[in-house]
């Protein structure tokens, strides 16, 4: 698990390769990937925007930016944690994903960025 901390909001990510939705032979490796935001600050704020950069070792690198995350744009209290599943695809065996949230603070509308932590994602046969 990887985990980082920005202005009170913690980060945790772990990913998993999904070899059942992979096919090697056809540059096709699936990772999904779990995240929980939990808000240990103490003003209530609002996940806007993510911000990704993926890296692939057959592919270079891409990026993913857009409103919320699975179709959501969380508020969270002060204590309140949200989990989302997602999935990423990878032409080469190993990569690694990181970025950024765009957050807003509930009592005064300022918004400020929150890192995502450095995904590993790696094939099970990349491994042998």
């Avoid at 985990?3 to 772990?14: D, L, M, N, P």
């Avoid at 999935?87 to 990181?98: I, K, P, S, V």
């Amino acid at each position: 698990m990887s985990t980082a901390v920005t202005h009170g909001i913690r980060v945790s990510a772990r990913a998993r390769f999904e070899p059942a939705h992979s096919d090697p032979k056809a540059w096709r490796n699936i990772f999904s990937y779990r995240i929980t935001i939990s808000n240990r600050g103490e003003e209530t704020v609002q996940l806007l925007r993510r911000h990704w950069i993926i890296s692939d070792s057959m592919h270079g690198r891409r990026e993913v930016e857009g409103p919320g995350v699975v179709g959501e744009t969380p508020v969270l209290a002060p204590g309140e944690e949200f989990t989302y599943s997602s999935a990423c695809d990878l032409r080469g065996a190993f990569g690694r994903m990181q970025g950024t949230y765009l957050m807003r603070r509930a009592a005064d509308g300022s918004e400020f960025h929150v890192d995502i932590p450095v995904i590993q994602l790696s094939s099970d046969w990349a491994s042998n």
